[in-house]
C-alpha cells in the first residue's frame, strides 16, 4: 500500500493545478467516481479501447484501491472466471489462504470451528447423545433451508412476497440455532436484519450473491481460496492496474458530493462537484462506490429511488478486522486449521498467512473507538481465540493490529437519467458484493455500458454476451429431487410425525383390539377381559373427533393470545427503546423527548434489572453507562420486561384514545 500511496501523492500536486484551470472548461466523455477495484477495472476496460476517449477517475482517499481490508475482499476461489483472467493478464502469482504453511507437517487431521460444532468430548451419557443429535438436526435443517433460498433465488423471475423476512424464518425453521446462523449469515451477507427485509428483498439480494451457499462456503474457505502471494492485502494488483491505466487519469483527495444531470437541446451532460466547490462536466459518469458512500452524494435534478438504510439500532453495526501474528502456530498443536465461523460469538477467523490469523469481529458499537474500546475490542477478541482453540497462549500474540468500519449494506440502483449515470457498486453489477471478483465483474459492466453510448463500434460480440453471461446461475433448473428436498422443513415435518403417529395407533388399535372383543390385563389374575364393543366404538370415535378439534382450537386460541399480548406490549417496548437509544448517543444533543422521558425512563433502570445493556451479542464485552459520550451496545427492552403495572397503564391509555 506504500507504493500506491506514493504514486498518488507523487501525481496529486501536479494535476491540482491543472484541475484548477480546466475543470470548468474541459468536457470529459467518461468521469469515474472511485478509484476502488471496480472503478480501476472499468478505467481499464476504456483505456483499452483506444478510442481516444477522455476519461477521469476521481477518489476521495489519498491512494487508490477503496476498502480493499474489508471482510469479504480478501480472497477469491479457482471458479472465479474474471478474477483469475485479471491475475493472468497482470503476471500476478497466487497462492492458497490457509494451506501456505505446510500442513503435510501436521500429525492428526485438522478441523475447522463452524456454526454447528460439536460438543466437547468429556460430556458423557443421554446429555451428551441428545446434543449430538441436536446438533445434527440443527446441521441438517441449516442444510436444507439454505437448498431452499438457493432454489427460490436462482430462478428467472423471482415471485412476489410480501412476507417479512424474520416471519419467514420463524415459519421455516424450528431450532433457534439454525435462525441464529441465518440472522448472522443474512447481516454480514447483506447489511441488513431479516426483519429489515420482505422475502423478495432479500432473495434479490442473495441472487446478486450466485448463492447462499457460495456466500457461506467463501466465509468458511471450504473451496480452496486463493490471494497473490506475499500481499494478503492484493496491493500489488491495485498498483498494476494504476500502472496499466496511468496514474495522470486519476485525480486524489477529491470527495465528489454532488452530481447534476443536465439537457439542452443540443447534448446532455453532467456536473460533478466536489467538497471545495471545483466543478467539473462530464457526457456520462460511472458511479464506483459503496452504497454507505452513495447515498452521501446528492444527484440532482432528482435522485433515485435509494432502498431504505439498515436501523442503526438493531444489534450488530460494525466490523472489527484484526490481524493477529504468533510466534509458531498454536492452534495447529491442538489440531484446529484456524478457520472459525461462529454466529454465537460474531467472530470470523482463518489463517492468513505463516503464523498468523486474520479474521473480522462484528459488535453493535458506532462512531469512532477511543483507546478503551479498542482495548476491549482486543481483549475480547483473543478471549474467543483462547477458547475456540483451548490455548492460553493466544492470548499473548507478538502483533496485533485492528481496523474499524461499518457493516457495508448493499441494494439495487435502476437505470436513470437516460443512461448519463451509471451505478457500478450495487446489487445488479456482481455476484459477490465486495468480493474481489464481484468488483472486478461490476467495473467490466459499466465500462461496456458507457461504451454502448460513446464508441458503440468498439465493443465486441463477445464482451456483450459476457457481461450477460455473468449471472449464469441465475436462472438454473433444478432436478425434481431438489425440489423435494428443500420444500421439507422440520417444523412441518414434526407436525407429519405427531399426526401419522396418531393416526397410525387408531388405526392398530382398531384393527387389533376391537375385533377380538377382549384386552390382555397385566395386572390381577393376568387374564383377557372382555370389554362391550360398542361402548369402545363409541369412545374410538369421541376421541376422533375431540383430538383434532381441541388442537385446533387451542393453536387459534394461543395464537390469539400470543399476538395480542405482544400488540399491547409494543408500544412500549419502542417507546422505551428509543427513550434509552437517544440517552445513549455518540455524543449528540439530547433531543426533546429524552428531556421528557427521562424521569421515567430513570426510574425504570432503579426499579426493574432486566433491562440490561448487551454488547457484541452476549460476547464478552463489559457493560457501559449511558452517559451520552461513551460508545455503548444496544438496550434490550422486551415485552417480558415491562411491568404488570406498566400494562395496565398502557392498556388504560389506549382505551382513552
Known amino acids: 500500500m506504500q507504493t500506491s500511496q506514493q504514486l498518488s501523492s507523487g501525481h496529486r500536486n501536479a494535476n491540482e493545478d491543472e484541475d484548477d484551470e480546466d475543470s470548468e472548461s474541459e468536457l470529459l466523455d467518461l468521469a469515474i467516481v472511485g478509484a476502488g477495484l471496480s472503478g480501476l477495472m472499468a478505467a481499464k476496460t476504456i483505456s483499452e479501447k483506444r478510442a481516444d476517449i477522455r ?138 436484519y431479516p426483519s429489515e427485509l420482505t422475502v423478495t428483498a432479500c432473495l434479490r439480494l442473495f441472487r446478486s450473491m450466485s448463492s447462499v451457499r457460495d456466500l457461506y462456503d467463501m466465509l468458511t474457505l471450504q473451496n480452496g481460496h486463493l490471494q497473490p502471494v506475499g500481499s494478503p492485502n492484493w496491493d500489488v494488483l491495485i498498483e498494476r492496474l494504476v500502472a496499466r491505466i496511468g496514474p495522470e487519469h486519476v485525480t486524489y483527495s477529491t470527495n465528489i458530493v454532488q452530481v447534476e444531470f443536465t439537457s439542452d437541446q443540443r447534448s446532455d451532460s453532467v456536473s460533478l462537484t466536489d467538497g471545495t466547490g471545483r466543478r467539473w462536466r462530464a457526457r456520462f459518469i460511472i458511479l464506483a462506490v459503496s452504497c454507505l458512500d452513495l447515498v452521501q452524494i446528492s444527484i440532482l435534478p432528482e435522485g433515485p429511488l435509494y432502498f431504505h438504510q439498515p436501523d442503526i439500532q438493531l444489534g450488530l453495526w460494525s466490523m472489527a478486522n484484526f490481524t493477529v501474528r504468533y510466534p509458531a502456530p498454536y492452534w495447529r498443536d491442538h489440531g484446529y486449521t484456524g478457520s472459525i465461523f461462529c454466529p454465537a460469538q460474531c467472530l470470523i477467523c482463518y489463517e492468513s498467512g505463516r503464523n498468523q490469523l486474520s479474521g473480522t469481529y462484528f459488535s453493535p458499537l458506532r462512531g469512532v473507538l477511543n483507546d478503551t474500546e479498542r482495548h476491549l475490542i482486543r481483549d475480547t477478541i483473543l478471549r474467543l481465540l483462547r477458547t475456540n482453540f483451548a490455548c492460553r497462549t493466544m492470548q499473548k500474540p507478538l502483533e496485533f493490529g485492528l481496523a474499524l468500519h461499518p457493516i457495508p449494506f448493499y441494494f439495487d440502483v435502476f437505470p436513470t437519467f437516460e443512461r448519463c449515470i451509471i451505478f457500478s457498486s450495487t446489487n445488479v453489477s456482481c455476484w459477490y458484493r465486495g468480493f474481489i471478483n464481484g468488483s472486478i465483474q461490476g467495473g467490466v459492466r459499466a465500462a461496456i455500458l458507457a461504451l454502448l453510448e460513446i464508441r458503440p463500434q468498439t465493443i465486441t460480440f463477445r464482451e456483450v454476451t459476457d457481461m450477460q453471461c455473468m449471472h449464469f446461475k441465475y436462472f438454473r433448473q433444478r432436478s425434481s429431487y431438489e425440489r423435494v428436498w428443500y420444500s421439507l422443513n422440520l417444523a412441518s415435518g414434526c407436525v407429519a410425525v405427531l399426526s401419522v403417529t396418531w393416526i397410525l395407533c387408531l388405526t392398530c388399535y382398531g384393527m387389533l383390539v376391537l375385533p377380538k372383543g377382549y384386552y390382555f390385563n397385566k395386572t390381577g389374575l393376568l387374564a383377557c377381559e372382555p370389554f362391550y364393543s360398542k361402548s369402545s366404538y363409541r369412545i374410538l370415535s369421541s376421541c376422533a373427533l375431540y383430538f383434532p378439534t381441541t388442537m385446533v382450537l387451542m393453536y387459534c386460541y394461543g395464537s390469539s393470545f400470543h399476538a395480542n399480548r405482544y400488540r399491547l406490549a409494543t408500544p412500549s417496548a419502542a417507546s422505551l427503546s428509543l427513550n434509552v437509544s437517544n440517552g445513549c448517543g455518540n455524543g449528540g444533543a439530547a433531543g426533546a423527548g429524552t428531556v421528557r422521558h427521562g424521569d421515567t425512563a430513570e426510574g425504570r433502570r432503579e426499579a426493574d434489572p432486566s433491562a440490561t445493556t448487551l454488547t457484541a451479542n452476549g460476547s464478552g464485552l463489559e457493560h457501559h453507562s449511558c452517559d451520552g459520550n461513551t460508545l455503548t451496545g444496544i438496550t434490550a427492552i422486551t415485552p417480558m420486561s415491562v411491568s404488570f403495572s406498566e400494562k395496565v397503564s398502557l392498556c388504560s391509555t389506549l382505551v382513552r384514545h
Open 55 to 192: 476519461f477521469r477517475l476521481f477518489e476521495k482517499s489519498t491512494h487508490p484501491g477503496g476498502a480493499l481490508d474489508g471482510l469479504k475482499t480478501r480472497w477469491i476461489t479457482p471458479h472465479h472466471y474474471h478474477a483469475m483472467n485479471l491475475c493472468r493478464e497482470l503476471q500476478i502469482p497466487l497462492g492458497t489462504v490457509w494451506r501456505q504453511s505446510e500442513v503435510s507437517e501436521a500429525r492428526r487431521s485438522l478441523v475447522s470451528i463452524g456454526p454447528f460444532r460439536k460438543r466437547p468430548s468429556g460430556s458423557q451419557g443421554a446429555n451428551s447423545f441428545m446434543s449430538s443429535l441436536r446438533d445434527l438436526l440443527v446441521r441438517l435443517e441449516s442444510t436444507r433451508f439454505m437448498a431452499e433460498l438457493d432454489c427460490l433465488c436462482t430462478v428467472k423471475c423471482i415471485e412476489s412476497n410480501a412476507q417479512n423476512m424474520e416471519c419467514f424464518l420463524q415459519k421455516k425453521l424450528l431450532f433457534e440455532a439454525s435462525r441464529r446462523f441465518f440472522r448472522f449469515l443474512i447481516k454480514i451477507g447483506t447489511g441488513f
